[in-house]
């Protein structure tokens, strides 16, 4: 079956652009997250959707990020007034729910390149 | 903060086993230690995960000290599509700790 997609692949923008990245998760997954991934680092975590529950912000590094989900379906992540410390991979996983147990399922992520 | 520590690199020849230790001194009683890896330019996999018991999957071996501050992944035989940065990751909350993860060179 069709796994997780985000879009776009790759992202080039302007410094003080907003942009809006897409991830599109397994269908009937009800856990989604967003993670931020800089050159030769780990993974940051950034927000996690859960059903209809408020989800977890703790992650999101500024007021300039916000995501969205819309029910159990598509997410979108936005970044406001993009600096150039922006600029990273950010990758979007799928579980099937909130267990400790289940595994992410991750996109190939978008690249995004802040001028 | 539910972290764990693993070196930053690792060599091993093809064909042999690889052993990935992984320190987490600060795990809780109900934190399962899950091992995820990431291939050049993808998202992580999921790889394993465990409790308190070892565990085996088609993929690799988890050994888990007794006393759960340490574990260990086990590839029995490294192919070089096992080339990879593998992570150790605890769950905190919502969280997982991905850290930097351990870079595995598989030499031919």
């Known amino acids: 079956g069709a796994g997780v997609s985000q879009s776009p692949s790759n992202k080039v923008t302007e410094k003080g652009k907003d942009v809006e990245l897409r991830c599109d998760p397994i269908s009937g997954h009800t856990a989604l997250y967003w993670y931020r991934q800089r050159l030769g680092q780990g993974l940051e975590f950034l927000i996690y959707f859960q059903g209809n529950s408020a989800p977890d912000k703790s992650g999101l590094p500024s007021d300039r990020f916000s995501a969205e989900r819309t029910g159990e379906s598509v997410s979108t992540l936005t970044i406001q007034r993009t600096q150039q410390e922006d600029s990273a991979v950010y990758l979007c996983?799928?579980?099937?729910?909130?267990?400790?147990?289940?595994?992410?399922?991750f996109g190939p992520g978008t690249r995004l390149l802040v001028l | 903060d539910a972290k764990t520590t693993q070196p930053n690199s690792m060599e091993s020849n093809e064909e042999e086993p690889v052993h990935l230790p992984c320190n987490h001194s600060t795990i809780s009683g109900t934190d399962y230690i899950h091992w995820y890896r990431q291939l050049p330019s993808q998202g992580p996999e999921y790889v394993i995960h465990g409790l308190t018991s070892n565990v085996n999957n088609r993929m690799a071996s988890l050994a888990i000290a007794e006393d759960r501050k340490s574990s260990t992944l086990i590839l029995h035989r490294a192919t070089l599509r096992d080339a990879a940065v593998y992570y150790c990751i605890l769950r905190s909350g919502n969280q997982f700790y991905f850290g930097t993860g351990t870079s595995l060179t598989v030499i031919p």
């Open positions: 996983a799928s579980s099937l729910g909130a267990r400790d147990t289940e595994t992410q399922y």
